[in-house]
């Protein structure tokens, strides 16, 4: 029934709002910090680093157990890991600052990094699957949840630490982490008719159009249509490649402004609470771009990512040089929008190119592509401001530079791809 695909697509949202506290580290790491003041900013960024790594990897774990163990072990799964890794967290002892890193590390970083990972697949696959009339729509909405779980919880939990303490919060998002997703995971991981009832009215379409069709040519269209890649074959295609470069060289680009919204926004004389903003910008453009990749497919979808992708480095640049506060701002809300593109556009790419029946491992897969990203920009923006004594003007027109190299493999992109 609808209501029942509604229904989960509206707990995985839920869900991932949850998961999204994975990106607020940002607002743990000063309170860290101020209990352990031998512990550098380096030493504390690394903490993000490692998480998402193993977000990645615990991404990849889940895409190959899924489709044994199903979603609501999955899920589950992931809610031992949290609950095992926010408590390690909450444990930690002042008084051993070297050692206590380390357990950071492992139960921030890697335990919680994975546990993360394995919701985000779950979740992702398995309601994706129940909307295959609509895969943008439906992977926007549950990426919004995750893109907005920071900013909409953040507040929330920064009050509590500086009320209860860090550590006490910890053990308390412990506890909620657990309830939610085990509750979750009996709602996303329960039976469902319609994904099936919807994949045999698509099977049926496309069999009808393969028995009716004369025409050669809309005969090797159709038949595209139903192709399944194991993850190794996609591995082996051409369009995978050039998709992942279009991906990271974007994912970059958004990287090298979202990581510093808030200082850019002071440098240039905008309130810091821009910074939120672009946040915002970054979860609500997520349904959007869904919305924009069913009803105008692919090509033009990236075409308008990329776009909005080398306005906000015109804009931004422009702004640099005139000071102009408008042009930031400009800049800023459109780097919001065009980070947001990326992860939609790969949900729905991957399942409309590669097929759905391994859709948990080949997205997984693609996933990893976050980590280069994730390296690139911050480490590109960091040497560029380094280099011009603190100004942006060289970060600014790197994200133009990145939109062109993203653009440029658009072409190409379309003369491989197959869907």
Same mark, same amino acid.
């Given at each position: ?17 949850f ?19 031998d ?18 990897i ?6 190959r ?11 589950f799964l ?5 609950l095992?890794?926010f ?19 492992l ?6 990094g ?30 919004m ?10 507040a ?12 006490a919060?910890?053990?308390?998002l412990a ?8 509750v ?20 049926a379409?496309? $069999?009808q ?10 005969k ?6 139903t ?7 996609m ?15 974007? $994912?970059?680009?958004g990287?090298?402004v ?24 970054n979860?609500?453009?997520r ?27 015109a ?31 790969a ?7 590669y ?17 280069? #990203? ?11 401001i380094? #280099? ?8 600014f027109v ?22």
């Open positions: 029934m609808e209501s029942n695909r509604t229904t989960k697509l509206i707990t995985g949202a839920i869900l991932l709002l998961c999204g506290l994975i990106y607020a580290w940002s607002l743990f790491r000063g309170f860290f910090q101020e209990a352990f003041h512990w550098t900013i380096g030493n504390l960024s690394m903490t993000f680093t490692i998480s998402m790594v193993f977000f990645c615990g991404g990849f774990i889940s895409g157990l899924l489709p044994k163990l199903g979603a609501k072990v999955m899920i992931s809610a031992i890991f949290l095992i890794g408590i390690g967290v909450s444990i930690l002892n002042t008084n051993s600052p070297k050692s206590s890193l380390i357990m950071l590390y139960f921030y970083g890697v335990i919680s994975t546990g993360i990972g394995f919701s985000y697949n779950a979740i992702i696959a398995t309601v994706g699957k129940l909307f295959p009339d609509r895969q943008g729509f439906a992977s926007g909405v549950m990426m949840g995750f893109g907005l779980g920071g900013l909409l919880l953040g929330i939990v920064t009050n509590t630490i500086k009320a209860l303490g860090v550590f919060v910890f053990r308390i506890v909620i982490m657990f309830v939610v997703l085990f979750g995971s009996r709602i996303i991981g329960g039976r469902t008719k319609i994904a099936d009832a919807s994949i045999d009215r698509v099977g379409t496309i $069999n159009e393969e028995k009716v069709s004369d025409n050669a040519e809309t090797e269209k159709t038949v595209n249509l192709r399944e890649l194991t993850t190794k074959e591995l082996a295609t051409a369009s995978f490649w050039i998709f992942i470069v279009w991906n990271v060289v974007t $994912n970059s680009a990287l090298m979202l990581n510093s919204a808030a200082p850019i926004a002071e440098t240039f004389g905008a309130p810091a609470i821009l910074g939120m903003m672009v946040s915002l910008c979860g609500g453009g349904p959007i771009f869904g919305g924009i990749y069913d009803r105008f497919g692919r090509s033009k979808t990236m075409i308008i990512d990329c776009a909005l992708q080398i306005g906000s480095g804009f931004l640049t422009m702004g640099a040089i005139t000071k102009s506060v408008p042009l930031i701002i400009l800049g800023l809300i459109a780097a919001g929008f065009f980070y947001s593109g990326s992860p939609t556009i949900a729905a790419f991957i399942n409309k190119e097929g759905g029946k391994n859709y948990s491992s080949n997205f997984s897969t693609a996933n990893f592509s976050l980590i280069p #990203a994730a390296f690139i920009g911050p480490s590109l923006s960091s040497a560029l380094s #280099a011009s004594d603190g100004g942006y003007t060289g970060t790197a994200i133009i530079v990145c939109g062109i190299i993203s653009i440029a493999t658009l072409p190409i992109l379309a003369k491989v791809v197959k869907n």
